[in-house]
């Protein structure tokens, strides 16, 4: 084994990133549709994900993100569609030409080989020289930081080393694009902050396009350009993470990214003014100016909710204390305004200002936080 620790005078230029040179593509897919027998898991997906951009697939189980994941990894063909990475169209290429590394949820790692061997896997069934396997396997290990680990097997490493070396193994044969399957998923929660973080930090370094698929809303948005937001085989809504939290396109995307309150009701319109009539006859005063579809609910975030009128055009919601959860900086009341249930995060200031369980409390919410949103 010694003579593979004699070129690790490179990690210092492969830990930046420019021993590794990747040419960022964009990735087209357009028209796509799967169906499984007679399920459609997949119904018309377009989407045009910019060179250099990190992606999210995002989701509940068994939406379709992983479907599309793998479509263009090339282990499932579209019944219809094309998929394409920069000019090429991927059409019939297999998985091993399309010049796509795809890291696993599992790993993956070959559990007799060390870890250096699994890094040069990939590129030793590409039967390249053996001095260009020895430069990428030190370039990729120095850039996930383990260099150290070279020697030891898989069950020799913790969690987040194993997915270091998978994510190294694949940038290893420099894909054009990086897929992630769920790759924090088996890791514990402190683990996951830390591997998604050092992810974000490795694509922008390389300047990979990349695709991540979670079901977590978190992660997706803590480390995501833009988010494509999945339901039963469709896309409902495509955007940077704030644009979604703050303007969701329907219901689905304002409950599946983060919490809010939906709230039943009618439009009454009555002496040249707008009211909302909640389902147990709670009038809240709608803006002039907002759009309300037909059958639209009242959407609004716990966090728009003051406990205090900041504008004279805040609306009063009035409730009772029903629980109380205290979350360190804030604190979440749980409210019972008439037959409906609704969530408000304050501050926390101290002890002496946290309400009490059954007492009455009146919230605002500035009308420009109320969303009119459909299915």
């Not at 070279?150 to 969690?159: E, H, I, T, V």
């Not at 080393?161 to 897929?179: C, E, N």
């Not at 469709?234 to 309150?261: C, S």
């Not at 029903?322 to 749980?334: K, M, P």
Request: charged share 20%; with cysteine.
């Amino acid at each position: 084994m010694t003579k593979h620790h004699s070129t690790r005078s490179s990690g210092a230029n492969a830990a930046n990133g420019s021993e590794i040179k990747i040419d960022p593509q964009p990735i087209s897919i357009r028209g796509v549709n799967v169906h499984y027998g007679a399920v459609q898991v997949l119904k018309d997906i377009n989407l045009e994900i910019k060179p250099g951009e990190f992606f999210a697939f995002l989701g509940p189980s068994g939406c379709g993100k992983t479907t599309l994941l793998r479509l263009v990894a090339g282990f499932l063909s579209a019944t219809s569609g094309s998929v394409a990475v920069g000019n090429t169209e991927l059409e019939g290429t297999p998985p091993w030409k399309r010049d796509v590394g795809m890291v696993f949820q599992s790993y993956a790692l070959w559990p007799h080989m060390t870890v250096r061997k699994n890094v040069a896997f990939g590129l030793e069934e590409r039967k390249l020289p053996r001095a260009e396997i020895d430069h990428r396997v030190d370039a990729a290990l120095a850039l996930v930081g383990m260099s150290h680990l070279a020697d030891r097997r898989p069950s020799q490493l913790s969690g987040g080393q194993q997915q270091r070396v998978s994510v190294a193994r694949t940038i290893a044969i420099r894909p054009k694009v990086l897929l992630l399957d769920e790759p924090l998923s088996n890791l514990d929660a402190k683990m996951r902050v830390q591997v998604r973080q050092e992810l974000r930090d490795l694509q922008q370094r390389l300047g990979l396009t990349a695709i991540f698929v979670t079901h977590d809303q978190e992660e997706a948005n803590t480390i995501c350009d833009r988010i494509a937001v999945f339901s039963d085989g469709e896309i409902q809504q495509v955007g940077r993470p704030m644009d979604l939290y703050a303007k969701p396109a329907n219901l689905f995307v304002a409950n599946f990214l983060g919490t809010a309150n939906i709230i039943d009701g009618t439009i009454s319109v009555a002496g040249g003014s707008r009211n909302f009539i909640t389902a147990s006859s709670v009038m809240l005063p709608v803006d002039e100016t907002a759009v309300v579809p037909e059958g639209a609910k009242l959407v609004f975030r716990p966090q728009h909710c003051t406990l205090s009128r900041v504008d004279p055009s805040d609306v009063l919601l009035p409730g009772l204390v029903e629980s109380i959860e205290f979350l360190g900086a804030s604190v979440r009341y749980v409210l019972k305004m008439g037959s409906d249930t609704i969530l408000v995060e304050a501050p926390f200031q101290s002890e002496s200002s946290v309400r009490a369980i059954g007492a009455s409390m009146e919230v605002f919410l500035p009308r420009g936080a109320m969303l009119w949103l459909k299915k």
